[in-house]
């Protein structure tokens, strides 16, 4: 008797049916039973306290999402045969495998090395493992599969990861603006020479998820308090490697930190050990490694007190740039020559906000004439100077205890 699992899941009130035994496998190994163990918006549930749900929820959301899409295409005559299908669910099950603890701020910081880059050589170490069962998946990830409409419902704008975190998001964030009728997009989907497409009838509905987008990152992903806890983990970890020899702990971030320089591309791809310790890093190493630095060099325990105790930097957005003076001044008020506190808790950044990129993927809509058009050209919601206008906010964060 084939062995399969059902998964309840808040988001879409229903359940997913998981009766593969390769997807079964994938799920159970290390790898992907670490996302567990890391939340899917890092350090967001220090202004939402419920949006502690995890990239391993996430990515069983994206599976069932794929799930129904591919049924939907099926039924209206796409070709997708088995392995296939099969390839794509792989591919979105494990489109998040690479992720590090602490949303993004191990990509800058500990190693050089993008999340998706780290996914894919993590999909290849397990496709070894399992004598290359992943090889359609592999390649319908990295857009070498010759149906190019399967990596769009991996990675495109409207793909199964998109409607999933921003669904799963709002539901735990509670921030309502985030809801898109993922039901009647799945629906609308098709396929037209090879691209994926949503017919005419459900136009209203991409516009929504467009719309929602932009809000949820402005409300929740670039949310000042989030930007300011996310620039103070980034601070710590920066000041850790700084440090280097004389920075101690005993996680496993120990590894990557006591080291000369952050680890590339090149090293862990070419070894299966480091790799395999990059794969053993979740929130608990980050947690714990905030709390064995409490007390000690006066930057690591500023930040480290102040993460743990939601004491956290000051921050202000603006639309233009800050004076130079003034952020000088600060820098002056907060200096301290013996560990140079300055350049860790006073700095300025910026954000941008897009809703929709030309360059990637446009979102195409079948129209009942057969053309096959760019949603800004048949949209009478959101014109081209909407979906092309880039928002750009400035921020200064600072440390307010001095």
């Known amino acids: 008797m084939t062995k399969h699992k059902i998964i309840n899941d808040p988001v879409y009130d229903g359940f997913l049916r998981i009766d593969d035994p390769l997807i079964l ?3 159970d ?9 890391i939340k899917q918006l890092g350090m967001a549930d220090l202004v939402y306290p419920g949006a502690v749900h995890t990239r391993f929820s996430h990515s069983l959301g994206a ?10 295409l099926k039924s209206k005559g796409v070709d997708i045969s088995d392995n296939e299908c099969l390839g794509a669910k792989l591919a979105i099950l494990l489109h998040d495998i690479g992720h590090g603890p602490g949303s993004h701020v191990l990509e ?3 190693v050089k090395v993008s999340h998706e880059t ?4 993590f999909m290849e170490h397990i496709n070894k493992q399992f004598d290359g069962a992943l090889d359609t998946a592999i390649s319908i990830f990295r857009n070498t599969y010759p149906k190019h409409f399967l990596h769009q419902l991996v990675s495109s704008q409207l793909d199964m990861d998109r409607l999933d975190y ?23 989907l098709n396929v037209k020479d090879d691209e994926l497409v949503v017919d005419e009838k459900g136009i209203y509905s991409v516009e929504q998820f467009l719309i929602s987008r932009r809000l949820m990152y402005w409300q929740v992903y670039m949310h000042k308090t989030v930007v300011a806890a996310e620039m103070m983990l980034h601070n710590f970890f920066r000041r850790a490697t700084n440090l280097a020899d004389t920075f101690h702990t005993k996680t496993g971030l120990a590894f990557f930190l006591n080291r000369d320089k952050a680890l590339s591309e090149s090293d862990i791809r070419g070894q299966r050990d480091i790799a395999d310790r990059f794969a053993a890093l979740d929130d608990s190493d980050l947690y714990l490694c905030l709390k064995e630095n409490v007390d000690g060099d006066p930057v690591l325990a500023t930040l480290a007190n102040g993460l743990l105790n939601r004491q956290l930097l000051s921050i202000r957005f603006s639309s233009s740039p800050f004076p130079a003076d003034e952020v000088d001044a600060l820098r002056r008020k907060t200096d301290d020559t013996s560990c140079h506190m300055a350049q860790y808790l006073v700095g300025t950044g910026e954000l941008h906000n897009r809703s929709y990129d030309f360059n ?3 979102i195409k ?12 050209e048949v949209s009478d919601q959101l014109d081209h100077s909407f979906l092309e206008k880039q928002v750009t906010k400035y921020y200064l964060y600072y440390y307010k205890g001095l």
């Open 29 to 37: 190994h290390p790898y992907f039973q670490r996302l567990r163990r």
């Open 118 to 121: 780290l996914t894919e050589i």
């Open 166 to 188: 921003l669904s799963r998001d709002s539901y735990f964030t509670g921030v309502r603006e985030g809801i898109v009728g993922t039901d009647r997009i799945i629906y609308m």
């Open 25 to 27: 496998r994938v799920i």
């Open 108 to 110: 800058s910081t500990i």
């Open 365 to 376: 809509v079948l129209c009942k004439d057969g053309r096959c058009l760019p949603i800004a």
């Open 360 to 362: 990637d993927h446009e």
């Open 63 to 72: 599976l069932n999402l794929m799930c129904r899409a591919l049924e939907v």
